[in-house]
């Protein structure tokens, strides 16, 4: 037998865009949906009740989470992130090599600007990263590094400033520098 009289919630849907789905476990589009709770007398809504919290609706499963799942980088932007923080990694390591290279003995003025795009480009993708993951990265420029012998110092202060952007603990980078300098290329 129907319900007489309830509380019923509308739906408006206030935006669009792509998330990743943690219930499709995919990038997929979403809705994003206010509602408001509303008295309803044999089905037809009357008397508003008040605001029902923001959500974003998955267009393919049909799942609501709460906004904060807007956080989270969609496969395809998370796939970006982590090339060019392997980018970015090879490339302050190289220049550093190259800096090294042309008779400098360190990297003193360049390393703040060094230090600064490695935490603009790693700080946004670390948070999202499994513990392997910034391991890896890290383990990847501690390769680059011994190509040519031994760390230098600047290439040590290097590594160190990715291991910290990469929310490495001191312990953590100083183990994988080891590991790296022990295994064979």
Same mark, same amino acid.
């Given at each position: 037998?129907?319900?007489?009289? /309830?509380? $019923?919630?509308?739906? $408006? ?7 990743? =789905? %943690?219930?499709? #476990?995919?990038? *997929?589009?979403?809705? *994003?949906?206010?509602? *408001? +709770?509303?008295?309803?007398?044999? /089905? @037809? ?15 393919? =499963?049909? &799942? =609501?989470? *709460? ?7 969609? &496969? ?6 982590? $090339? ?9 390591? !190289? ?13 003193? /003025?360049?390393? &703040?600007? !060094? &230090? @600064?795009?490695? +935490? ?10 499994? %513990?392997? /993951? ?6 990847? #420029?501690?390769? @680059?590094?011994?190509?040519?012998? %031994?760390?230098? %110092?600047?290439? +040590? ?5 990715? #291991?910290?952007?990469? !929310? ?8 994988? !520098?080891?590991?790296?300098? $022990?295994?064979?290329?």
């Amino acid at each position: 037998m129907p319900h007489i009289w /309830g509380v $019923r919630t509308t739906w $408006r849907t206030v935006g669009d865009g792509e998330f990743f =789905c %943690p219930g499709c #476990g995919g990038g *997929r589009s979403y809705l *994003r949906r206010i509602g *408001r +709770h509303r008295f309803a007398l044999l /089905g @037809i809504p009357l008397l508003p009740r008040g605001t029902a919290e923001t959500v974003v609706e998955c267009a393919a =499963c049909r &799942t =609501c989470f *709460r906004t904060d799942v807007l956080g989270h980088p969609t &496969t395809t932007r998370f796939s970006a992130m982590l $090339r060019d923080a392997v980018h970015t990694v090879a490339l302050a390591v !190289l220049a550093v090599l190259a800096v090294l290279a042309a008779g400098n003995e360190g990297i003193d /003025g360049s390393g &703040t600007a !060094l &230090t @600064i795009e490695l +935490h603009e480009v790693l700080d946004p993708l670390a948070p999202h990263l499994a %513990p392997a /993951g910034s391991e890896d990265i890290r383990l990847q #420029g501690a390769r @680059i590094a011994l190509a040519d012998g %031994p760390y230098t %110092p600047s290439e +040590h202060q290097t590594l160190a400033a990715v #291991g910290r952007a990469l !929310l490495l603990s001191h312990e953590d980078t100083e183990r994988l !520098l080891a590991i790296a300098a $022990r295994t064979p290329s």
